[in-house]
């Protein structure tokens, strides 16, 4: 994981040096419509008493698109494969009794296609930093939980969290960092307990 996020911002950082030596720009000019590519890591976990405390480190990767409506506004939906994780108590009671064969410590490895849409304020006149506030869906592709009994669904396949974080866009580059909160139960299982998705998302990308 840590080689694959070296190796992006390596990437990334080389082609900002080449285009920058072939062609220089003006830092402030921008577009009505841009779009690009992110990678990067996401360090999640899961509030509830079942669960234990501390994050955990994942990847994402995805696309986006920018309508910039004016010098200050813009609009950014993006689509994005976020791999997220979680770790239970070592009681197994803490969680449910009837779910697991035996005690011990689960892990729980959760795919999700994300589709955040995003409001995109820059701050100050050089277009350079933007703010970004706005709801992301979160659509649960695959579920993966250690000793889980049969083909239970422990996590709901849909959920939704609002994202706010800034953005560095760069003549080709961006670089960015979000933190990411939950607003729905994504708990399957029953109402005794709610579990909602935390994260902070670290990437860097290119931007055409």
């Given at each position: 994981?840590?080689?694959?996020?070296?190796?992006?911002?390596?990437?990334?950082?080389?082609?900002?040096?080449?285009?920058?030596?072939?062609?220089?720009?003006?830092?402030?000019?921008?577009?009505?419509?841009?779009?690009?590519?992110?990678?990067?890591?996401?360090?999640?976990?899961?509030s509830?008493?079942?669960?234990?405390?501390?994050?955990?480190?994942?990847y994402q990767?995805?696309?986006?698109?920018?309508?910039?409506?004016?010098?200050?506004?813009?609009l950014?939906?993006?689509?994005?494969?976020?791999?997220?994780?979680?770790?239970?108590?070592?009681?197994?009671?803490?969680v449910?009794?009837?779910?697991?064969?035996?005690?011990?410590?689960?892990?729980?490895?959760?795919?999700?296609?994300?589709?955040?849409?995003?409001?995109?304020?820059?701050?100050?006149?050089?277009?350079?930093?933007?703010?970004?506030?706005?709801?992301?869906?979160n659509?649960?592709?695959?579920?993966?939980?250690?000793?889980l009994?049969?083909?239970?669904?422990?996590?709901?396949?849909?959920?939704?969290?609002?994202?706010?974080?800034?953005?560095?866009?760069l003549?080709?580059?961006?670089?960015?960092?979000?933190?990411k909160?939950?607003?729905t139960?994504?708990?399957n299982?029953?109402?005794?307990?709610?579990?909602?998705?935390?994260?902070?998302?670290?990437?860097?990308?290119?931007?055409?």
């Open positions: 994981m840590k080689h694959i996020i070296i190796a992006t911002f390596l990437l990334v950082g080389f082609a900002t040096v080449a285009t920058a030596q072939r062609n220089p720009v003006n830092m402030d000019r921008e577009n009505f419509f841009r779009f690009g590519a992110k990678a990067g890591v996401n360090i999640n976990k899961i509830g008493s079942a669960y234990k405390d501390g994050f955990n480190y994942n990767l995805g696309g986006f698109l920018q309508f910039n409506f004016s010098k200050r506004f813009g950014q939906p993006e689509v994005s494969f976020v791999q997220s994780e979680s770790e239970f108590s070592t009681d197994a009671n803490n449910y009794n009837d779910i697991f064969r035996a005690g011990g410590q689960r892990q729980a490895k959760l795919n999700y296609l994300e589709v955040p849409l995003l409001l995109n304020i820059n701050v100050g006149s050089s277009k350079r930093v933007k703010l970004q506030i706005g709801p992301a869906f659509g649960l592709l695959k579920q993966t939980v250690d000793s009994r049969g083909n239970g669904q422990l996590y709901n396949k849909s959920s939704f969290a609002a994202i706010g974080g800034l953005w560095l866009q003549p080709l580059v961006n670089l960015g960092a979000r933190y909160l939950g607003l139960d994504i708990n299982i029953d109402d005794r307990e709610r579990w909602k998705n935390q994260a902070i998302q670290i990437f860097a990308g290119v931007t055409l």
